[in-house]
């Protein structure tokens, strides 16, 4: 995906995603729109060890399936490497309403 893309997208200026490899630090919003155009959300989580004994072991135990398995990274690979066929979020991205403000209230 190009920058241009990313841009019309997330309505986050090219400049504005450039400039974060190197001097400026993204607001939370503008992050948020620019991973809504991949799919991803800004998910907060405690580090691993600030989690329950029982609940860290059972994240590690998933963790080793998906680390060990040569097919789910390529397959992860090749879905991190590959242009989306939509919109991330679906239309909402082209009526320009953020997803954040979908459900707000006036």
């Not at 241009?4 to 450039?18: D, G």
């Not at 789910?72 to 879905?79: F, M, N, Y």
């Amino acid at each position: 995906m190009t920058y241009e893309e990313t841009e019309f997208r997330s309505s986050v200026l090219r400049q504005t995603i450039k400039s974060w490899r190197n001097e400026k630090y993204p607001s939370i919003r503008a992050i948020e729109a620019a991973l809504g155009v991949f799919g991803y959300r800004l998910l907060p989580c405690p580090p691993l060890d600030g989690l329950p004994d029982r609940v860290r072991e059972q994240l590690e135990e998933v963790g080793q399936h998906f680390f060990s398995d040569d097919e789910a990274l390529a397959a992860a690979v090749h879905l991190a490497t590959s242009k989306p066929q939509e919109t991330a979020g679906g239309p909402r991205y082209l009526r320009g309403t953020p997803y954040w403000r979908e459900g707000a209230s006036a």
